[in-house]
């Protein structure tokens, strides 16, 4: 079944690797990313491949030699190949410039300022044919924080307990500060509950949830996307980590970063196994402890409580697949899948909005955060007319990519037990602190976490990695909205000086 996925904001799926300032150059407002190869055996041909190679060497040399963070600004600058080969002779830098097509891998857009223009740079995912793409595991990935979100509501209190009280079990008198350990257990537990189906062995009265063969959520499958150029596709720009306290500056550690552009279109497959789980449904032939599963062969009983947990994963009773209407049942389940996206991100959205408005108390200014302003009033038109939305990718944020934020804010008294858990293990783990957290230490959620990565253009800020999903062709409506959408961004982010 194939979807559109459409940018909404810049999007950065790193592939690992960091290029150096050597490994491109930027030239009318343009981002060249050079094959360096290619790059020495012109300059060879001119006879001046040794004295370039000298005089890296030389500027490298210097660098490791200084502490001094302006010297090394200074030095990084004359790393660009380009000025490497004018320090070499002025006269070959301008050859090389003539033929600078003839070295360039691709040319791209780019929205550095010139003070952070020769920095490292994070790059962005590709193919072995440098075409741009979305992997289908970050789609994925996305769409399972929704429908674990959508799950965890689901939960009985007994399910619930469970997990709080082992939780407490692993907590109980240990020291105060960040236990990553902690955090993958809650995980694992929520995993379980929601996507895991049980196997018990003939010879043992457990049951366990840890055989990947057992995940519902390897019936959804989504593929990776179409690729693109990177001409056609991405840009580079700056991420500040602003914080609350000083919501004007923000701090300058991580890399300026190639991005997908804004209202860049991919497709990619998103598919949903019906004919698979029609088969399991098929073959249920025992219940262990009241819940159903399938004995094999060897006397081992699987898939236990599968019914149950894929009724609340995709909304779809086993029970109930018409074999002549798998399409249509395909189809309700993907609209389910797309439901859950929307119930999620929108309140992913409303914690995005309301971090802004303390931001603007805090001191930013208004001019700063007007883009953001209207970026977030089309976002919210677009989810109000049933579009699906997802944020992903690098510098998403905590909040977005899992569940912790909807069971904070769930104030629904049944679950009341549940939401002082997890303020007592962010607690444990630090995370989030709020700027005015001396003392007693309460969680504010509208700031948490307290800090994020905005993509910094001139006076434009611009939030990381929304994202929309088409499944359906757009209504009227839902294209007015787009194209306001695109608008909005080439007049306010992709316009360059």
């Known amino acids: 079944m194939s979807k559109t996925i459409t940018t909404l904001s810049p999007l950065h799926i790193g592939n690992g690797a960091t290029l150096q300032i050597s490994d491109y150059t930027i030239a009318d407002g343009c981002y060249i990313r050079i094959d360096v190869g290619k790059a020495f055996a012109l300059v060879s041909r001119y006879g001046k491949g040794p004295d370039v190679l000298c005089e890296l060497e030389k500027l490298l040399d210097e660098f490791s030699g200084v502490d001094d963070c302006g010297t ?63 992997p289908g595991s970050t789609i994925k990935g996305a769409l399972r924080t929704a429908l674990l979100t959508h799950v965890i509501q689901q939960l009985t209190k007994s399910e619930k307990e469970s997990v709080i009280n082992y939780i407490r079990s692993q907590i109980e008198g240990k020291s105060v500060g960040r236990n990553s350990r902690l955090m993958k257990t809650l995980d694992d537990r929520l995993i379980d509950l929601a996507f895991n189906c049980g196997k018990k062995n003939r010879n043992s009265s457990n049951v366990f949830f840890k ?60 598919n949903i196994l019906i004919e698979q789980l029609f088969l399991l449904g098929s073959k249920i032939n025992i219940a262990y402890q009241g819940k159903p599963g399938i004995q094999d062969m060897q006397g081992n009983i699987v898939w236990i409580d599968i019914k149950r947990k894929v009724r609340r994963l995709f909304n779809l009773d086993l029970n109930a697949i018409n074999q002549n209407k798998i399409n249509e049942c395909r189809d309700a389940v993907v609209d389910h899948v797309l439901s859950c996206c929307r119930k999620f991100y929108k309140e992913v959205l409303w914690h995005d909005r309301n971090w802004l408005e303390h931001a603007k108390v805090r001191g930013g200014s208004g001019a ?26 690098a510098g998403a944020g905590f909040h977005a990519k899992t569940a912790m934020l909807m069971m904070l804010l769930d104030d629904t008294p049944e679950n009341s037990c549940l939401k002082d858990t997890m303020i007592t293990l962010i ?29 910094v253009k001139e006076f434009v800020l611009d939030s990381f990695g929304w994202v929309m999903l088409q499944h359906q062709p757009l209504t009227v409506e839902q294209k007015n909205l787009l194209d306001r959408f695109r608008e909005s961004c080439i007049d306010q982010v992709l316009v360059r000086n």
Do not use: W
């Not at 959804?220 to 004007?248: C, N, R, T």
């Not at 007693?440 to 976490?449: G, I, Q, R, V």
């Open 427 to 455: 607690k444990q783990f630090e995370i989030g602190k709020p700027p005015d957290h001396r003392g007693a230490y309460n969680l504010n959620t509208d700031t948490f976490p307290a800090s994020r990565p905005l993509i």
């Open 368 to 393: 700063v955060f007007e883009y953001m302003d209207h970026f977030y009033k089309l976002l919210d038109d677009l989810i109000q007319h049933g579009v699906a939305v997802i944020k992903t990718g």
């Open 211 to 270: 055989d990947v063969k057992y995940d519902l959520m390897r019936f959804l499958v989504v593929q990776d996307s179409s690729a693109l150029a990177a001409a056609e596709s991405l840009g580079v720009m700056y991420p500040k980590q602003f914080a609350l306290s000083s919501i004007e500056t923000g701090q300058g550690s991580r890399n300026p970063c190639e991005v997908i552009l804004p209202a860049v279109s991919f497709s990619f497959e998103l």
């Open 72 to 134: 090394q600004v200074r030095i990084r600058q004359e790393l660009d190949f380009l000025r490497l080969c004018s320090r070499v002779d002025p006269e070959l830098k301008a050859e090389i410039a003539e033929h600078l097509d003839t070295i360039t891998l691709y040319k791209i857009p780019s929205f550095l300022q010139s003070q952070i223009s020769s920095r490292l740079v994070d790059e962005q995912l590709k193919d072995a044919e440098r075409q741009v793409y979305i």
